[in-house]
C-alpha cells in the first residue's frame, strides 16, 4: 500500500511566525499536489510538482518535491489567520495505472491573530 | 467555469432510507471520482469513472453503496439503506490528464461536498 504520513496532524501558531508541513513516503510518484481545504468547502489545489528537486512558490508559500519524488514539504512564511485550514498532499504512485491519487491524512493549521 | 457542481450541500435521512448524492462535473474532465471524508478516517476513495466507464470501485464499502455515470456531465451516488456509519461529507472531484512542466499532472478539481447525517 502506498502510503503517504503528513506531519504534523495539528499545528496551532501566531500570526507571523513561519511553519513547515511535511509529507513522506516511501514510495516513488509521478506527481504530488497540495490542496487546501476550509470548513465546508471541498479541498482546494494549491499546486503540483512534477519534478524530483523541484521547488514551487505561491506567494508566502513554498512547496518542495524531494530529488526521489518520495516526499514533498510545504513551508509557510509569516502566517496569517487566512492561512488556517486543512492541508492535504496527494500524489499519483508512479507504478499505478490510471488517475487515482494517494491522499495524505491532512495538516490541521490554526493561525491566531 | 462554474466547478464541480453537487446536490444536495445536506442531507438528513433516518436510517433504513434510500440517499442520493448527485455531481455535475467540470466539463471536458474525463476522470470523476466520489471520495468520503470523516474525521476518523479522513478523505477516502470510494470509486472512479473514465470516459462514464467504473474503473475502480475497491473503496466501495459494501453492497449498500452503488454509482453510475450515465453520461459526462452526471453521476450519482446512492445509498440503499442508509445506515448511521454512513454519515459522512461525500466529495465528487474531476480531472483531465493534464501538463505539468512538461510531465503528466493528475490534478483533481473537488466540488463543495454533500454532508450527510444518517439518524
Known amino acids: 500500500t502506498q502510503l503517504l504520513e503528513q506531519s504534523p496532524q495539528f499545528l496551532s501558531i501566531q500570526e507571523g511566525e513561519n511553519l513547515t508541513v511535511y509529507c513522506n513516503s516511501s514510495s516513488v510518484f509521478s506527481s504530488l499536489q497540495w490542496y487546501r481545504q476550509e470548513p465546508g468547502e471541498g479541498p482546494v489545489l494549491l499546486v503540483t510538482v512534477v519534478t524530483g528537486g523541484e521547488v514551487k512558490k505561491l506567494k508566502r508559500l513554498t512547496f518542495q518535491f524531494g530529488d526521489a519524488r518520495k516526499d514533498s514539504s510545504l513551508h509557510i512564511t509569516a502566517a496569517q489567520p487566512g492561512d488556517t485550514g486543512l492541508y492535504l498532499c496527494?500524489?499519483?504512485?508512479?507504478?499505478?495505472?490510471?488517475?487515482?491519487?494517494?491522499f495524505g491524512a491532512g495538516t490541521i493549521l490554526r493561525v491566531k491573530s | 467555469d462554474a466547478g464541480v457542481i453537487q446536490s444536495p450541500r445536506h442531507e438528513v435521512t433516518e436510517m433504513g432510507q434510500e440517499v442520493t448524492l448527485r455531481c455535475k462535473p467540470i466539463s471536458g474532465h474525463d476522470y470523476l471520482f466520489w471520495y468520503r471524508q470523516t474525521m476518523m478516517r479522513g478523505l477516502e476513495l470510494l470509486i472512479y469513472f473514465n470516459n462514464n466507464v467504473p474503473i475502480d470501485d475497491s473503496g466501495m464499502p459494501e453492497d449498500r453503496f452503488s454509482a453510475k455515470m450515465p453520461n459526462a456531465s452526471f453521476s450519482t451516488l446512492k445509498i440503499q439503506p442508509s445506515e448511521p456509519r454512513d454519515s459522512a461529507v461525500y466529495f465528487c472531484?474531476?480531472?483531465?490528464?493534464?501538463?505539468?512542466?512538461?510531465?503528466?499532472?493528475?490534478?483533481?478539481?473537488f466540488g463543495p461536498g454533500t454532508r450527510l447525517t444518517v439518524t
Open positions: 496527494a500524489g499519483r504512485p508512479r507504478m499505478e495505472y490510471g488517475n487515482k491519487l494517494v
Open positions: 472531484a474531476s480531472s483531465q490528464l493534464g501538463l505539468a512542466g512538461g510531465k503528466s499532472s493528475y490534478e483533481q478539481y
